[in-house]
């Protein structure tokens, strides 16, 4: 066990720290024109992703050739939280980043890769995934939008939910079935659909916060027709491939989801001391005793992340990693909770219309009682903090299914 | 001794509920919530023209002034069942805030003059009383009242004012210059004419706030409640802080409870992976969870109510527990109910968020559960070491 | 709605008060010899039972002819408040007066009333509940104690576990199955087994904490003769029975459940000053507001046993009633748990052994963590607080079973 | 950076867990809990001389000193596992709280006289902080200590001192006469048979407590770690009661893991209504929160033993969020560990008992978490008023 790190990470993060102050946008050019959604890169992200993919910082971990520099998994873990600490986005669009991008490389044909995967990693095209349906919830095995396969192009249909940034993407990851007659997971398969193909339209979910700044869309497919070409990987192995998808995810988000909890931390702290100015002796007590607690979960996540780092690190199964999503994302709500509480009434204020943050139009521009309502997104989505506990109950604690 | 509605309380909650029902169903707040400030409250209007016409807003005012004399127990019923509806109405701040304090405060003239409109005619009031720290006591009061001939002039900034931009009448809390803490206090109603209002931008429009200036504003004698001074003038403005405190508890109760039905409705109808999500039991015994902490609020918030209507000597400290219970089921069963909704409670077109914003407001005005625990410990003796002058109210 | 009593309803509260005041055991007097388990009587416990029995105030609600007064629902609200407000228990035995001398007087022969149920009731012998069984838990329907009709008496084989104060009773009202070929719940019936027939052996389960003073206990039995007019009520009948004796108890629990809490809490706020002044004025706030929160659910115990108590005079179903074994069990238990976490260091300090309580040998005694580890007996016991949530959600709140 | 165990660590975990899987079962924890108090101390002599011959003692004791040299996470492997098996062993108190002290503030001469007889033969030791009013820091302390010719005399009275009725010597902390807060601290090492200690019944017996008494109690010079006075004083006594404080946090969560893991076990063991109740779901959940505690509990504990490893800055914070968290952890593992395991935990015979009375009578000891939580509040800078001279340790 070690708590610092060695010489040579160090230099890393020195290598890139002198780098990124060169480079980096300024946070007045990224609030002058912040991104609307997870599908949107303005100009100045699209320039700053390239800028990073030209110089070998967007994804460091990989090679050279797809924009890295083979950086170890713990410089990986230093350029991560140097990211996050500057305050800058490596990309407005996270799933394409993180998932998309890596998937298509992985299973994509050249094509793909040429059309898809890499102009996300050059800043030129974002992508939203289609995984969610109505009626089939978290539950990916029960999608019903179908693919299909007429002679050399796939005719679509169906109706996708929740799908974060389509209402500014270019292109959609799209899991669909393609064998109906096969056991539920057997029979999908993951096809690329631009949004601008006709048939495809997209209705914005506005959330019950911010409603002016729409996230999540429903996407509705009607017989809409793409080239047999855009099918990624093998027919009918969407599920491996989702999986696939969700490992990337969950293998970025949680060194992410840690530093996005220390800044709200930090900016909780650092308006701690005005709450509690308003509050008498008593409550003031109480108040900074709740505080101290979301502290202490805090440096809990970080230091949990940190062990399941150590374990992958040496090749282990980790199964911090399983509790972490759970973890993070109920601290991060009970943090929005906490502080609209401290807050006190003030905290029934909204942030005014249009309110922008330095590279997304609303979190950090919201209010805490906003905050507080859009983290139901992070305990919601991406597999509800119900099934995170159904999982670890029975993948990490051995306990017989109901 | 007896917990339970009285046949006439019982037939009073249900004509309530069955008018709300068609007069301010979801779809009546969504047209509030998705207007503009001005816009929301003339839609909220006919409703409000309705229960003038019911003569709820007269309930608990006395029956020389014109109303029905009813207590507090009716009036509760009343308050929790708008809560229920979230509905958007001026009736909290008039019946809940202005009319006690008019009721505690004025002389038989001046409840003529301020109540008798209310009961007959619709005229609407409210109690500017917090300030910019948040805080719902008169020993927190900084507004000025300064006395100029026969008249007095106020100066001073309320916020967080109910239906501050259109009430009618506004109860103002205020002291003497050169006062602190329970010295000095007097309350003042100024017609809305008379001050300037700038409607704040909530979270829960369907329960509109505004600040309130008073910029060397002159009131006449006759609009004097409480003369600053009135050594009865602290126990006077507490009771009608205390009277206007639980019935922001018995409707956020009203409004938890809807949550929660509206949550166990949907665990019953939603079905994941072939199955109603309510025969799931971590679900199950989160609503049990839930059902308890609003059964909880509601006995508490009751309670609170019956010491009220019989002068109690625990009304104080009724009043702190029933709003702190409050705000610990609001707790809960916003967290549970938006969480159990899964994506679809997250929407804007879902109405449940209505329901989950009233509730986090409310919490937060007329002293949270935070601060009320603390007002707690202090009436059951537990501070050691507090300063003097800072009673609960 | 009211919160003050009418006038007759005072007169008799200070009727009873006055005979009370005057008939009464003195705290020494109980203090000197406590009831050591719940099926142990002392001698002043035996002359109190049967003072109040011949006075008419052993059971007031019952008619003149069983020891009562016909007194109102109202009136033995306030006569149950004003006999745990002076510190005297009715009975040592409470499974005795509460649940078997009812039941024998609802379902037995004019013989059982005269052996088992009046001695209860003139505090001349106390009985014991049979009815938990290793392997069946709180599972009646899976009982597997076998009494076999054999001519005019019962062969009876089996165990029983948890059987409160048998270590100390004179009598076993014991669940048992009479036919075993009928459908679980079915076969079930009650036979009246003195404990110191052959055969019958207990064995004390002394508890995690204050062990010197066992309350549960192990009973064996092993080719136990009765005679067959022991049968309480009709053959095979005894699952109706069980559930009128649980109605017996919930009838009776909720207002002493109430009432001990209320002690709890008088002894906490007793207590509390002491504490908090060992503390920081940081700690201190926040291990008040902690001692408030416990008043707080106090306050809403009651409150919340009064509706259901309201409507219950109205001769509506109240689920109330289904709430507050669970809140009121689960609130004792914070109590104590909060209790030793203010009181601090000292927490960890046992009561000395052969403690006494003024009438019972634990209990009053105990330490706060004592309290605490001893009210899982409360959340456990006649229905865990997992089988009440299970219940509340399928029967008050009507969801679908699992 | 690395938060994972190292092979040599991970080898030293797994030779602890072995050797106390064989001289530690429950069964000899009863044989503690029901012996008389001098009479337990005897049945758990074995186990530390076993230890002793292992080195255990040895551990962080400094080379020169006849000790291994290691760091405190090597500490920290081997007090988790002796909280998992709720060993009865004066280790705590000895490599925890003395060795500590004695190697913060004492000479070379004076480590070479108290450490090496602990690391070579056994001798055992422990530190007497606390007093009547339970804090564990160094400000509270009112024994004195007064200059009397070369030597200095003790008076006052110390509690709940671990081990203090057996542990061969006792470094005690006293105070200047005259003297308040952090003023006039010093450190003296006085041995058992100097001064008069009575054993408290308390409710972990396999961790004895005890009162000791100093009623005039001369020390000579050479006894002095730190001199009354000495300006590093605080900061001294301070890291040492880290070290200590650490120890506890880091026992508490090898307690609770063995809490969470009986209980898993049980569930899945146990069947009602024809299946484990392992595969009702509320169950489940409830044992992923008992898991998340203890991760949460165990990944600030080794955060903690780094800090101090490292000499982090940090380490003042880190200690006490790693007790807070132990000490919410225990309260979360006990209740739903002692719930879930129905009647069966709550009687005498099963064994579970042994671990809920260690981890709720260690977070009692050593700052309990509310404690805890006011110092982290102090340490954030959250705290506006606080009267000085009350730092945390």
């Known amino acids: 066990m070690r708590l610092s790190f060695d010489r040579s990470v160090e230099g890393f993060r020195q290598t890139f720290l002198a780098w990124l102050a060169d480079n980096r946008p300024s946070p007045e050019e990224m609030a002058a024109d912040p991104a609307l959604s997870s599908g949107h890169a303005p100009p100045w992200a699209r320039r700053w992703t390239r800028t990073m993919f030209d110089a070998g910082w967007l994804v460091p971990g990989w090679p050279p050739e797809r924009g890295g520099r083979n950086a170890s998994p713990l410089e990986q873990l230093v350029y991560l939280e140097e990211m996050a600490r500057a305050d800058v986005p490596r990309s407005t669009n996270p799933q394409g980043l993180g998932i998309i991008a890596p998937s298509i490389l992985d299973y994509g044909s050249e094509e793909q890769i040429g059309s898809y995967a890499m102009p996300i990693l050059r800043g030129e095209r974002t992508g939203c995934l289609g995984m969610s349906e109505p009626g089939a919830g978290s539950d990916l095995a029960a999608l019903s939008t179908r693919a299909v396969l007429d002679g050399d192009q796939f005719v679509i249909n169906g109706q996708k939910v929740w799908t974060s940034g389509a209402n500014h993407a270019d292109f959609c990851f799209l899991f669909c079935r393609t064998d109906p007659s096969a056991a539920k997971h057997k029979g999908i398969s993951v096809v690329l659909v631009d949004i601008d193909t006709p048939g495809v339209s997209v209705r914005p979910l506005p959330e019950l916060v911010a409603p002016e700044y729409p996230e999540l869309n429903e996407v509705f497919f009607t017989d809409v027709v793409v080239p047999a070409a855009n099918l990624v990987g093998t027919l009918n192995d969407g599920w491996a491939m989702a999986n696939g998808s969700l490992a990337h995810e969950r293998g970025m988000v949680w060194v992410s989801s840690v530093m996005a909890l220390d800044a709200s931390m930090r900016h909780m702290l650092d308006a701690a001391p005005g709450w509690l100015s308003k509050l008498r002796s008593g409550e003031r007590a109480v108040a900074a005793a709740m505080v101290a607690d979301l502290y202490v979960d805090t440096q809990a996540v970080r230091c949990l992340g940190y062990r399941g780092f150590g374990k992958l690190m040496r090749g282990g199964s980790a199964p911090e990693q399983a509790l972490m999503k759970l973890f993070s994302s109920e601290t991060r709500q009970r943090l929005g909770l906490v502080a609209a509480e401290v807050e006190g009434a003030a905290s029934v204020t909204v942030s005014p219309q249009g309110a922008r943050g330095p590279f997304l139009a609303v979190d950090e521009a919201s209010t805490w009682m906003e905050q507080y309502f859009r983290s139901f997104g992070l305990t919601i989505s991406a597999g509800s903090s119900e099934i995170q506990r159904n999982i670890i109950a029975e993948k990490v604690l051995g306990l017989p299914r109901s | ?393």
Request: aromatic share 6%; with cysteine; proline share 5%.
């Open chain 2, 1 to 393: 001794m007896d917990f339970e509605l009285t046949n006439d309380q019982q037939e009073l909650r249900d004509a309530v509920r069955a008018v709300l029902a068609t007069a301010c169903p979801p779809s009546m707040v969504r047209q509030v919530y998705e207007s503009k400030a001005d816009d929301g409250a003339s839609r909220a209007a006919p409703l409000w023209r309705q229960m003038v016409q019911l003569d709820w807003p007269a309930l608990t005012i006395p029956e020389p002034f014109g109303g029905l004399g009813l207590g507090y127990v009716e009036l509760a019923v009343v308050v929790e069942e708008l809560g229920r509806a979230v509905a958007p109405t001026p009736f909290v701040s008039t019946a809940t805030q202005f009319v006690p304090m008019v009721r505690q405060a004025g002389t038989s003239e001046q409840q003529d003059t301020f109540l008798r409109p209310v009961a007959e005619a619709g005229s609407t009031g409210t109690l500017a009383l917090a300030e910019d720290d948040g805080r719902w006591e008169a020993a927190s009061v900084a507004t000025t009242a300064r006395p100029v001939g026969d008249s007095w002039v106020l100066d001073g900034k309320k916020s967080f004012v109910f239906d501050g931009a259109t009430a009618d009448e506004v109860a103002v809390v205020a002291r003497q210059e050169g006062t602190s803490g329970d010295e000095g206090l007097g309350v003042f109603v100024v017609a809305q004419a008379s001050l300037t209002s700038r409607p704040a931008d909530v979270i829960d429009p369907s329960q509109p706030l505004a600040e309130v200036l008073l910029d060397n504003v002159a009131v006449p004698a006759d609009r004097m409640l409480v003369a600053p001074g009135d050594p009865r003038a602290v126990e006077t403005i507490n009771r009608a802080i205390q009277e206007a405190t639980a019935a922001i508890a018995i409707g956020m109760t009203g409004t938890c409870r809807a949550i929660f039905e509206i949550t166990l409705q949907y665990a019953k109808d939603r079905e994941q992976y072939g199955r109603p999500i309510g025969s799931f039991q971590a679900l199950k015994h989160r609503l049990v969870d839930m059902y308890l902490a609003v059964e909880r609020a509601t006995s508490l918030a009751y309670f609170a109510a019956l010491t009220i209507a019989e002068d109690d000597e625990r009304r104080g400290l009724a009043v702190a527990m029933a709003k702190a219970a409050a705000g610990d089921c609001q707790r809960l069963v916003v967290q549970d109910g938006l969480q159990l909704h899964g994506g679809v409670g997250f929407t804007w077109e879902h109405d449940l968020h209505f329901y989950l914003k009233r509730a986090k407001s409310a919490n937060a005005l007329f002293g949270s559960a935070l601060m009320q625990r603390a007002a707690i410990v202090s009436r059951l003796g537990l501070v050691l070491d507090e300063p003097a002058g800072s009673e609960a109210p």
